[in-house]
Antibody
Framework: QLVESGGGLVQPGGSRRLSCVTS????????VNWVRQAPGKGLEYVSG????????FYARSVKGRFTISRDNSKNTLYLQMDSLRPEDTAVYYC?????WGQGTLVVVSS | DIVLTQSPLSLSVTPGRPASISCKSS???????????LYWYLQKPGQSPQLLIY???NRLSGVPDRFSGSGSGTDFTLKISRVEAEDVGVYYC?????????FGGGTKVESK
């Protein structure tokens, strides 16, 4: 199970930190990703992190503004989002290839 | 980035009839590990995506056998042998051959 939290309304230029608490599988054996879905749109990869947290990858649209991290002792994935823009408005999913969370909605608006 | 092109954009299917969705990749998804990194997901209305098929043709445990995946290299197909009412939603293909992970644009399946 993957359970995201931290979404909400944030002003343009603001920051938000998303968390994803996992259970039911051996978290430190999986690469994990953040994928987002803007309202009425398709799926867009945001960022991914390797099992040990050393390797990270970002979509061009968020590189330099978002930071992914994980705490394997807490079975938790994070996404620090800075310099948010209206186009970042979306449901953010925490996901392995096999399992996705229910998502958390981030709305960037003044 | 690898581009995945799905077709059709939408399907209206009579329950009990078959359905087929195509996913074409801009690059081969066959990895040096011998696996082909193509996945199929279904996003039911109001829900998060759920995995149906992994590595082209492997059904996840619990997925009905009316769902099947096939293909190789750059061309892939998801088939539903007899569509049921619970199968409605948007189907996405995804590749994990190369980062960033990329998704097809989705195929919306509706029941007639």
């Amino acid at each position: 199970q993957l359970v995201e939290s931290g979404g909400g309304l944030v002003q343009p230029g603001g920051s938000r930190r998303l968390s994803c608490v996992t259970s039911g599988f051996t978290f430190n054996t999986y690469a994990v990703n953040w994928v987002r879905q803007a309202p009425g749109k398709g799926l867009e990869y945001v960022s991914g992190i390797s099992r040990n947290g050393i390797d990270t990858f970002y979509a061009r649209s968020v590189k330099g503004r978002f930071t992914i991290s994980r705490d394997n002792s807490k079975n938790t994935l994070y996404l620090q989002m800075d310099s948010l823009r209206p186009e970042d408005t979306a449901v953010y999913y925490c996901a392995t290839k096999r399992q996705w969370g229910q998502g958390t909605l981030v709305v960037v608006s003044s | 980035d690898i581009v995945l092109t799905q077709s059709p954009l939408s399907l209206s299917v009579t329950p009990g009839r078959p359905a087929s969705i195509s996913c074409k990749s801009s690059q081969s998804l066959l990895n040096s590990d011998g696996k082909t990194h193509l996945y199929w997901y279904l996003q039911k209305p109001g829900q998060s995506p759920q995995l149906l098929i992994y590595e082209v043709s492997n059904r996840l445990s619990g997925v009905p056998d009316r769902f099947s995946g096939s293909g190789s290299g750059t061309d892939f197909t998801l088939k539903i042998s007899r569509v049921e009412a619970e199968d409605v939603g948007v189907y996405y293909c995804m590749q994990s051959m190369q980062l960033p992970l990329t998704f097809g644009g989705g195929t919306k399946v509706e029941s007639k």
